[in-house]
């Protein structure tokens, strides 16, 4: 057994009342890469944040190639080369791409002087995708490329240890090898690798060993192979996802929730689901939208019937995301229109719109991260309803998502992932809105929590809620709608049933890439360097 | 258009560059001799304004480079001019003359300044905010109650102040070396921590970035050019008494020079000095409406020109650059 170049030992941290690192014992050993898995809120991104020195253990030791570092703070330990990503980006937002790669250069392991850094940082960014923004501004990238653009920081760093954060996170299928073979080739000059992943792809092609974190605790250490087999961490961890089913559980679930989401859904006066009315709740004609001189859909036509799930697929920079704010009234069209319930609605306000029932329930969350479950569920419901009808939404909330209830005082920035986007939904239906968007609520989720949000889907559209749903996870998001569109380069490029979309050819090509046939096999590590598509 | 012509555009385009760099540089330095000769041909009353210019130039580059780069949103400017204010006056009362007793100052203020910094640097944003503007007021207070020095009437001033144009050339040098002290800094590395600590700080010490050590140096480095400004307007009075010395006017005419000009740009609290100065005195007789036209303007830049009159300035200028060659190629097509 090889000498520890991470060595952790009874680790604990404590959030209020709540113990977030329990007692932990971990180990990466030198020229390892270790995947560490677990549930939203298992503690793995506290893990990360006390190993790199953000925030200080309760008790426990961290040693660095035997030398104890528990004691010393962030900076400290970045000179000792650990480096980190940030799940959530944290860039300097008002400096350039390749400014921000300077501090790590100038002030990491081997301090460099400012045109050297230059030089390299440059070379870092090409690595890492991100040579033809390196002079825009961070702030101006999109979430995909912070991700990026926060493991090339912790690059810059010339780490010993990487820490890497879910920055697989957001990526579809087709994007994954290449993200894999980046963290392969890492290993070269890297002595040591953690890495975060709910991709379980990745975590199986990238660690030698895995270890499976649930409240605060290792539940299981091992290969991938046996990790990923275990019983017990596919109760925990990988839920359904792990069998191969679809969303049986969801309406198992469905029916019992069925009775308490009725408060939520303004438009289930007669109590039957609407799919069988021919008119469309919502439909988008022609629409196309500009940011600036980029063209990010084109003559797309669209329609969600009452009642109707409707799931828009899509490659990273399809633009489902501009569609759903085109819905919305987040940017303006530059050509079609866009008709609710028969009546033109593109040209109004956001408040307008959501006035007419149309709620929209926006990727990446935005949580109120200072104010409270509750008050960020009240902000919901605002508009014109009497107390007495917010408080019974609340409850249907609640019921809907019991987690909610129990931590209704804490506040949204203090809640794990899974937890925020429960919140993210529940703000969402706190309008009681005949329609929803729901834009990538699985994003950086463990598959269990997932498959508890699709169950709550299921059981709100249950009470006759249209919905469009935007989902990175083919699978997922075929397996819930009714119909499906999948989206190309800003145009539709297939549309129709699950099931015939899931057999179409097309849908490979499009969407899944060919990247399926190459996560069993993967060459090996060539060290060479590899961009990321953008 | 054959293809050999856009590569002859791009090593014009060369020289071109160099000999507007040759043409700045000549810009600067006339400047430079203009505004030192000034006193020579210009009235008492424009050196006096001038002189203001200059001391609000050389406090909005301080304080641009704590919060316009370093994101330390100060209200505290007062404090460091007081205590530059009242070292000054007492130095200079002791017998040392006034550049000497401004340096000090300067070393004084920059002292008191790494004496609060552990305990101001645990407050963050706004609260760091807060934190500075209630130590302002506190020593101001203190400054009233306090017998030694005065109490509420002051230190009267024992030497005789230079003459206008004395203080006016006192004055151009400490802008000029503000000036220069600011641009030297954003030559070094501490340009992208100040900024990194800026955009975030838990980022950047994750980075092996040593934040109070950053911070420390914008805010020490800050209050020596405050304190030396304020050593300055020693040499200037007669009379030396906290409400005027720690006056939260000057705090508050540091912020509107430095957001009127621009933030986190070198010639914005230039431009900035200026404008602000020049406004004051064409409304002098209206101090009311002096009040709410700066009001107003500080509003609207804020909202239609967020990187200040120096940042309108430098697009203009850029849009005539880019005009410029423009019209040259089109004259050499015309010519061909």
């Known amino acids: ?534 | 258009m054959s293809r050999a012509e856009p590569g002859a555009l791009i090593t014009s385009a060369v020289p071109a560059r160099r000999a507007a760099r040759a043409t700045l540089a000549g810009a600067l330095v006339a400047a430079g001799a203009l505004l030192a000769l000034a006193p020579s041909f210009t009235s008492d009353y424009v050196q006096q304004v001038s002189f203001r210019v200059l001391q609000y130039a050389a406090l909005g580059q301080a304080w641009n480079l704590l919060a316009g780069y370093g994101g330390l949103v100060s209200l505290g400017s007062a404090a460091f001019i007081g205590i530059g204010a009242y070292t000054t006056a007492e130095l200079t009362n002791h017998g040392l003359p006034l550049i000497p007793g401004m340096l000090v100052s300067g070393v004084f203020a920059a002292g008191f300044a790494t004496i609060v910094s552990p305990a101001l640097f645990r407050l963050r944003g706004l609260y760091f905010t807060i934190g500075t503007l209630a130590l302002a007021e506190a020593l101001r207070l203190f400054m009233v109650n306090y017998n030694g020095l005065g109490g509420n009437i002051g230190i009267f001033l024992k030497s005789a102040a230079p003459t206008t144009a004395g203080l006016y050339w006192l004055a151009l040098g400490v802008a000029a070396a503000a000036t220069g002290l600011v641009l030297l800094v954003l030559r070094t590395r501490l340009a992208i921590s100040l900024r990194a600590v800026r955009d975030d700080e838990d980022a950047a010490r994750q980075m092996g970035l040593v934040s109070f050590r950053t911070k420390l140096f914008a805010f020490t480095l800050a209050a020596f050019v405050m304190g030396v400004v304020g050593g300055l307007q020693a040499g200037k009075l007669s009379q030396i008494e906290p409400y005027g010395a720690f006056g939260l006017q000057w705090t508050v005419d540091v912020v509107t020079v430095a957001l009127i000009g621009g933030l986190g740009t070198l010639g914005g609290p230039l431009v900035g000095a200026v404008f602000t100065v020049v406004l004051a005195e064409l409304l002098n007789a209206y101090p009311s409406l002096h009040l709410a036209i700066t009001g107003a303007i500080v509003i609207a830049v804020v909202r239609f020109a967020p990187e200040g009159l120096w940042g309108v300035l430098a697009r203009g200028w850029a849009r005539l650059a880019a005009a410029g060659p423009r019209t040259q190629r089109g004259a050499r097509r015309v010519r061909q």
Request: aromatic share 4%.
């Open chain 1, 1 to 534: 057994m090889s000498r520890a170049l991470l060595e952790v030992a009874g680790l604990t941290k404590r959030f209020g009342g709540v113990t977030a690192v329990d007692g932990l014992d971990l180990a990466v050993r030198s020229g390892e890469t270790l995947g560490v898995i677990g549930p939203n809120g298992a503690g793995k991104s506290t893990l990360v944040s006390l190993v790199s020195g953000a925030l200080r253990a309760d008790a426990g030791r961290i040693l660095l190639d035997g030398q104890e570092v528990t004691r010393l703070r962030a900076p400290a330990r970045a000179r000792l080369g650990i480096g980190r990503t940030h799940q959530v980006p944290r860039p300097f937002a008002r400096m350039t791409v390749l400014e921000n790669l300077l501090l790590g250069q100038i002030y990491g392991a081997a301090a460099r002087t400012l045109r050297d850094a230059r030089r390299e940082s440059l070379g870092i960014l090409d690595r890492t995708g991100l040579g033809d923004v390196a002079d825009r501004l961070a702030g101006s990238l999109s979430l995909l490329r912070l991700k990026r653009l926060e493991l090339a920081r912790a690059l810059a760093l010339r780490p010993r240890l990487l820490l890497l954060d879910e920055i697989g996170a957001g990526l579809i299928e087709s994007e994954l090898p290449e993200l894999i073979e980046l963290i392969r080739s890492l290993r070269a000059e890297v002595e040591g690798i953690l890495v975060i992943e709910h991709v379980v792809e990745v975590i199986q092609a990238c660690s030698d060993r895995v270890a499976v974190l649930d409240w605060g605790r290792k539940l299981v250490e091992g290969t991938p192979g046996e990790v990923l087999h275990d019983p017990e961490v596919a109760a925990v961890y990988l839920g359904t996802s792990a069998t191969g089913e679809r969303t049986a559980a969801g309406s198992a679930g469905a029916a019992g929730a069925a009775r308490t989401v009725s408060v939520l859904a303004a438009a289930a006066g007669d109590g039957r689901p609407e799919r069988a009315r021919a008119e469309p709740l919502l439909r988008l004609d022609g629409v196309a939208v500009s940011y600036g001189a980029i063209r990010a859909l084109q003559d797309v036509t669209l329609e969600v019937r009452g009642g109707e799930i409707v799931t828009l697929l899509g490659a990273n920079g399809a633009g489902k995301t501009t569609a759903a704010r085109a819905v919305s009234g987040m940017v303006p069209l530059a050509a079609g229109e866009v008709r609710y319930r028969g009546e033109r609605i593109d040209g109004w306000r956001p408040d307008q719109i959501a006035g007419r029932g149309v709620a929209h329930c926006m990727e990446g969350r935005h949580i109120f991260a200072d104010l409270s479950v509750e008050e960020n569920l009240e902000l919901g419901g605002r508009a014109g309803t009497s107390r007495a009808e917010r408080r019974d939404r609340l409850g249907a909330v609640y019921e809907l998502f019991p987690v909610l209830a129990e931590r209704r005082r804490v506040s949204g920035g203090l809640l794990s992932g899974g937890q925020q986007q429960m919140l993210a939904i529940g703000r969402a239906l706190m309008a009681a809105p005949d329609f929803v968007i729901f834009d990538e609520i699985s994003l950086g989720l463990a598959p269990v929590v997932v498959d508890r949000l699709y169950q709550a889907l299921a059981a709100v559209n249950e009470r006759g809620v249209a919905m469009l749903v935007i989902e990175q996870n083919v699978q997922r998001g075929l397996a819930l709608a009714d119909r499906a569109y999948v989206l190309e380069k800003g145009r539709v490029a297939l549309a129709g049933a699950p099931a015939a979309i899931r057999d179409d050819p097309r849908l490979l090509a499009l969407y899944v890439g060919e990247a399926r046939g190459d996560l069993e096999d993967h060459p090996p590590a060539s060290g060479g360097t590899h961009d990321w598509p953008a």
